[in-house]
């Protein structure tokens, strides 16, 4: 049947027709009702109005900010210790306490990737923002006399090194578990022989075999980020070294990212990598494998 049709002779169209206005009745009912809400809402406006944002009683601590939302979430960041927070605080007859205090807003602390993802979309190089460089540049702006800071040079050259290493390897060999193993292995024996704390240069020289990445413009790319976090880690050592000593916090992130001076890993390590690497090569999902969980 043609479409916007004022007449048929197929008696075959009547019951599908039928239907169909059967349907659009319903759609006018439809409008009918939501016409009818909106004019009872504008009439009952006043004694239906929302004044404390839950209106529905519920339980879930969406529902605990004021009605209309202020522009931030909670003047004070909440304590969790249920499941249903909301519904615990109103049982407790404290349906929404308004503060003695209030508490800076959290922002995001100091952050280069935005700048760094900015070069890489500009230039064309997508690895110029490689998987670790979020956390070197956390660690590095947050902790001033951290470890990763403390070695600017370090910054630079190990992620390179590994970087021209894994890049090596991808050329000439096949993904697999030999490649991984030796990959992974270089990157290790580097990091030690240059006594550098900076493990996640593990993750920079695995990428290039993960991800297939051949080309030699990978490993410079690194510099962008790497050199950037390195220069301001030496400004800010040389203009305006921490006058704070190391706390307990800092330095028990030391030791997290220091080199250990014992092989007692090696045999576990040696496991999981193994496994994994199979694990990918067998599925064909490299991505199992994925650079940043071995450095973890």
Partial sequence: MPRRSVAYSNPAFQPWLIVAGVG?????????SMGMQL????????RTRDLDGDPWDARTLEWATPSPVRAYNF??????????????AKAAGHRYVRPSA????????????????AVARLSGHAYVLFPELAALGHDVLKRPAGAWARAPLMLVITPLL?????????????YGLLAVLLDVGFAVLAIALLKSPIAPAISAGLLPLVLG?????????LLI?????????????????PAVALTP???VDDEVESAPGKLAWLPAFGLFLGVTALLSQVTGWRLVLFPPLVVI
């Fill in 75 to 88: 003047p004070v960041i909440p304590h969790i210790d249920a499941r249903d927070a909301f519904a615990v």
């Fill in 102 to 117: 209030y508490s800076d807003i959290h922002l995001p602390g100091d952050t280069l990737i935005g700048v760094i993802a």
């Fill in 162 to 174: 590994t970087a021209v290493i894994g890049t090596l390897l991808a050329r000439h060999l096949p």
């Fill in 213 to 221: 990445v051949r080309s030699w413009w990978y490993p410079p790319s």
């Fill in 225 to 241: 980020g790497t050199g950037l976090l390195a220069g301001i880690a030496a400004l800010r050592t040389r203009f305006a070294p």
């Fill in 39 to 46: 004019y009872v809402s504008i009439r009952e406006r006043e």
């Fill in 249 to 251: 916090e800092d330095r």
């Fill in 24 to 32: 659009a009745a319903f759609v006018v009912l439809a409008l009918v």
